[in-house]
């Protein structure tokens, strides 16, 4: 089993910036690939950005590219966001989520483990 603990959302301003991270624990986080997801009110939940487990490789939705970093550090067990230029339309609750295996998936149904989501409301 992973636990997974989302921190770091609150309210901005449009143009801001928030840094989320998930903080694992459990099995041994540098195994997982990690993902960040996101659902607004009335939306699907949609894929925001994934690493895998060595860093190595990353992925980013088309609407976040350029915007948002995706980043781990295997030693603290934690897989940060730091999202940057914040829209209105990033508003929503965000997770994140570990999927065994050292790639990472840009589908809900892949990951294994999620964490329980923290809002982030951007204003205009």
């Known amino acids: 089993q992973v636990q997974l603990v989302e921190s770091g959302g609150g309210l901005v301003q449009a143009g801001g910036s928030l840094r989320l991270s998930c903080a694992a624990s459990g099995r041994t986080f540098s195994n997982y690939a990690m993902g960040w997801f996101r659902q607004a009110p009335g939306k699907e939940r949609e894929f925001v950005s994934a690493?895998?487990?060595?860093?190595?490789?990353?992925r980013y939705a088309d609407s976040v590219k350029g915007r948002f970093t995706i980043s781990r550090d295997n030693a603290k067990n934690t897989v940060y966001l730091q999202m940057n230029g914040l829209k209105p339309d990033d508003t929503a609750v965000y997770y994140c989520?570990?999927?065994?295996?050292?790639?990472?998936?840009?589908?809900?149904?892949?990951?294994?483990?999620w964490g329980q989501g923290t809002q982030v409301t951007v204003s205009s």
């Open positions: 690493i895998s487990w060595s860093s190595g490789n990353t």
């Open positions: 989520a570990a999927r065994r295996g050292s790639y990472y998936a840009t589908m809900g149904y892949d990951y294994d483990y």
